[in-house]
């Protein structure tokens, strides 16, 4: 899709505009998700938000589970799709918009391109919406973006184990393709790719 999951339909998918932000997800769920509008209408703790339950076998990275919340033909993109498309020669990526951290700044973001194509076309636009932490607050939208994928790590830390999502980011203009790990009760935008 070229958009982020739950965007305004039928507007330019590469314009950054608030449109273009989509929901939010925690990690594992379909239901319930922080629409658009609730992500927009403000950056203040919404004591229904979120649920720290979350079923670290809820999301695959390579085939649509049964709470994947891409719609029918899609599923969420795993860890390995974000790995081949950033380190694919074939792409170029330009950073675009002002990258401050404001509530209201929905203008910066990544694009990336074919570079091996004569015109250059935008082939992805990933866009700053930042994300909700755990207790609900927005955070950094205008300076990050940060993506669910479908995967998952046990990490070990003072003798506990813990479950923790695979995610991808882009931050304050520096494309993080590499990914890394997040407690899974953020909430975060969503991308999914066709099956």
């Known amino acids: 899709m070229c958009q982020n999951l739950g965007a305004t339909p039928g507007i330019d998918p590469f314009s950054f505009e608030a449109g273009n932000h989509g929901a939010k997800y925690q990690w594992g769920k379909k239901d ?12 203040q703790y919404d004591p229904n938000f979120p649920d720290p339950t979350t079923n670290a076998s809820a999301w695959r990275g390579d085939v649509k589970g049964v709470n994947d919340p891409c719609p029918s033909g899609y599923r969420i993109i795993g860890q390995a799709d974000i790995n081949n498309l950033f380190n694919n020669p074939r792409n170029t990526y330009e950073t675009v918009g002002t990258w401050e951290n404001s509530p209201t700044n929905f203008g910066s973001g990544v694009i990336i391109r074919d570079n091996t194509a004569p015109d250059k076309p935008q082939v992805l636009m ?15 939208r205008g300076i990050s973006g940060y993506y669910w994928t479908g995967n998952y790590d046990v990490e070990g830390w003072n003798g506990q184990a813990y479950t923790r999502a695979k995610m991808f980011t882009i931050y ?16 975060m935008s969503v991308r999914c790719m066709a099956q």
């Open 32 to 43: 319930p998700y922080m629409t658009q509008e609730e992500d927009q209408g403000s950056d």
């Open 126 to 140: 990933l866009p700053a919406a930042g994300r909700r932490n755990g207790s609900g607050n927005l955070f950094a």
């Open 172 to 187: 304050n203009a520096i494309i993080g393709g590499g990914g890394g790990t997040i407690q899974m009760y953020f909430a």
